[in-house]
């Protein structure tokens, strides 16, 4: 067996943050060197936790957590308590984590990670805002050029925004951070809303989960009922989008995804379009192509992988 790709997760859990991190634990070919948690969905003290109990929710308690940056660079912190509910993780009871928090900065531990491990070996899976990325950056630029590649959900163009009418909340949260990650020079893939929008957890996509008959499988279904309830309500849909887990899901079954190299820059001065993703999809400039942007998913073959992996746990 080929040697597993190793990745560190960093996220601001979040039920879909959640199936993302439970996608992770329930596939070999991937070696989570640890999970960074962030301020995003709700603040630090949740997401960090959120993190723990997922871990083992997944019989992980091995795997290292740590807490990351409580606040956005520049701007105050947005939070998505209106999605997530008050904990991010609203929906099943999961206990509280025994499983401790480890005691070093997770902006420290991806600067330490990548100048050990060795160059272009390490992917970083970027769930929610890019704060912790672009701090590990600003702190050690020597780290841009031995990260394999940073796969990111973030952004929308095609679709939209889904905080304001123009921006993702990730990229909305951090526009600042979004900035630096997509200025430094690594390679990026975007997962934007133009693709997680056409992953939706429809009824008996969420019913394959319950059908498992695990601990995981109940979780995750209930995890979905929660989250899906809020875009039901604004999309109209049979289910909401599961924005995350593509982000795993494109490291195990890139052929899953469709999308091209394109130029993205990050508005950061404008109030109106604060955090737009501006994608040069058509090539109408000049700019260097600094990302491969998503656009289209096989949703089925998508969830048939979700359903497969998070058996395993």
Known sequence: MPQARKIIIDTDPGQDDAVAILLALGSDELDVLGITAVAGNVPLEFTEKNARKICELAGRPDIKVFAGAIRPLVRPLVTAEHVHGKTGLDGPVLPEPTMKLQDQYGVDFIVETLMREEAGSVTLCVLGPLTNVALALIRQPRIAPRIREIVLMGGGFFEGGNITPTAEFNIYVDPHAADVVFRSGVPIVMMPLDVTHKALTTAKRVEAFRKMGS?????????????????EEKYGTDGGPLHDPCVIAYLLRPELFKGRHCNVVIETASELTMGMTVVDWWGVTDRARNALVMRDIDADGFFALLVERLGRL
């Open 215 to 231: 601990k995981v499988g109940d979780a995750t279904a209930a995890l979905l009922d929660f989250f899906e309830r809020f875009d």
